[in-house]
């Protein structure tokens, strides 16, 4: 069993940044994929980006490619998302997701393949 815990949202102005921390208890990140969605009210959840347990190898959704940054600290046991430029269609609950995997290249961009889910935090950006 994963538990996932978000940390890092808040409420920021347009074209700032903030960055969100996850992190694994009491599972470490090790053979575990790691994939950030966000969901917004009336809206289904959607990919931000993905990052293999290897951190090699990564993903982004179209809206945030070029802005977000997903990188992992395997010492502190934390994957981070590194958000710049943001727009009020950035304002979601943030989720992290977790899946184990033998192959280190893997990630996943499907909210579906995920099997641990944590209880997200919100971002909210305003004028």
């Known amino acids: 069993q994963v538990r996932l815990v978000e940390s890092g949202g808040g409420l920021v102005k347009i074209g700032g940044s903030l960055r969100l921390s996850c992190t694994a208890s009491p599972h470490t990140f090790s053979k575990i994929a790691v994939g950030w969605f966000r969901q917004a009210p009336g809206k289904e959840r959607a990919f931000i980006a993905a990052i293999s347990w290897s951190g090699r190898r990564n993903s982004y959704g179209v809206s945030v490619k070029g802005r977000f940054a997903i990188s992992r600290d395997a010492a502190k046991n934390t994957v981070y998302l590194q958000m710049d430029d943001l727009n009020f269609d950035d304002t979601a609950v943030y989720y992290c997701?977790?899946?184990?995997?033998?192959?280190?290249?893997?990630?996943?961009?499907?909210?579906?393949?995920?099997?641990?889910w944590g209880q997200g935090t919100q971002v909210t950006v305003s004028t």
């Open positions: 997701a977790a899946k184990e995997t033998d192959n280190s290249a893997d990630f996943y961009i499907h909210s579906r393949t995920y099997n641990y």
